[in-house]
């Protein structure tokens, strides 16, 4: 059977990833559900819920990204890479 992967772009609270998640099972669909957390600053620039609702919840991947889109972009490809090794 062919992997499906989910990608949520932005999500800001663990409520939301949870709902996505039950719905996935509800529906019956077989992914990984993988989730990444990029850091864009030590600070936020805003301190609200919606820039910090997440900072103790667990991830399969984090990202740093303080160098530069270049980085980003490198940091984002190795990790696709080892998606796998994850499991």
Do not use: A, H
């Not at 997440?54 to 991947?61: A, G, H, R, V």
């Not at 980085?71 to 796998?84: H, K, M, R």
Request: charged letters at 30%; glycine letters at 2%.
């Amino acid at each position: 059977e062919k992997k499906k992967n989910v990608v949520i772009t932005d999500w800001r609270f663990e409520n939301e990833f949870l709902y996505i998640k039950n719905c996935l099972e509800k529906m019956d669909i077989k992914c990984q559900l993988l989730t990444w957390r990029i850091f864009r600053w030590e600070k936020p620039p805003l301190i609200d819920i919606t820039e910090c609702n997440l900072d103790n919840c667990e991830f399969n991947t984090i990202i740093r990204n303080t160098k530069g889109l270049s980085d980003l972009y490198e940091q984002v490809n190795i990790s696709v890479l080892n998606i796998d090794d994850v499991f």
